[in-house]
T-cell receptor
Framework: GAVVSQHPSWVICKSGTSVKIECRSL??????MFWYRQFPKQSLMLMAT?????????EQGVEKDKFLINHASLTLSTLTVTSAHPEDSSFYIC?????????????FGDGTRLSIL | SQKIEQNSEALNIQEGKTATLTCNYT??????LQWYRQDPGRGPVFLLL?????KEKRKERLKVTFDTTLKQSLFHITASQPADSATYLC?????????FGTGTSLTVIP
């Protein structure tokens, strides 16, 4: 069964809207969650690493004020795209890593397709 | 910065044949390498992990090799089936950091 649940799966909204994406770890407590973005025919690009109870670590070039990440519990991390514009349209995917186990494969959600008109 | 290249954007093979996908990397010394399968509109699904001190890993019809001298991993699917059609991603990692290749789209023709 699914290990990571991501919601919503598809969002279409007007430019300037803020959109929140949820990522839930279903079977275990995830200390660390990862947020990726994937443009068509391109690979996954890590945007930020979300740590429960502390601030997220953003990759170079990712605006922390635009992509707000909250990891308030061991089972939930949220990504909010603030004042979204058409260039933010992409496939956003979260992933979890099992607590305390290094180098383990990441479990990915099914992604959220964001389309900004 | 690290660079990861996967062979040809698309690979078409006949059902029953062995598919071989390549992942080459530069400017990086990963502690491990993983392969994922991604279907359209879905998140990647983990297939295999191989560590830097391992040469080969197998799982059912899948086989992965890891050559740290050549900086290359090969991913083989034997007795391929149409259901194996998907995009396959390699990911290199060290500690908690992952870097993904652009993927190879595999189509197995019945």
């Amino acid at each position: 069964g699914a290990v990571v649940s991501q919601h919503p799966s598809w969002v279409i909204c007007k430019s300037g809207t803020s959109v929140k994406i949820e990522c839930r770890s279903l079977d275990f407590q995830a200390t660390t969650m990862f947020w990726y973005r994937q443009f068509p025919k391109q690979s996954l690009m890590l945007m930020a690493t979300s740590n429960e109870g502390s601030k997220a670590t953003y990759e170079q070039g990712v605006e922390k004020d635009k992509f707000l990440i909250n990891h308030a519990s061991l089972t939930l991390s949220t990504l909010t795209v603030t004042s979204a514009h058409p260039e933010d349209s992409s496939f956003y995917i979260c992933a979890t890593e099992v607590r305390g186990i290094r180098n383990q494969p990441q479990h990915f959600g099914d992604g959220t397709r964001l389309s900004i008109l | 910065s690290q660079k990861i290249e996967q062979n040809s954007e698309a690979l078409n093979i006949q059902e029953g044949k062995t598919a071989t996908l390549t992942c080459n990397y530069t400017n990086y010394s990963p502690a491990y390498l993983q392969w994922y399968r991604q279907d359209p509109g879905r998140g990647p699904v983990f297939l295999l992990l191989i560590r830097e001190n391992e040469k080969e890993k197998r799982k059912e019809r899948l086989k992965v090799t890891f050559d740290t001298t050549l900086k290359q991993s090969l991913f083989h699917i034997t007795a391929s089936q149409p259901a194996d059609s998907a995009t396959y991603l390699c990911a290199l990692g060290s500690g908690n950091q992952f870097y993904f290749g652009t993927g190879t789209s595999l189509t197995v023709i019945p």
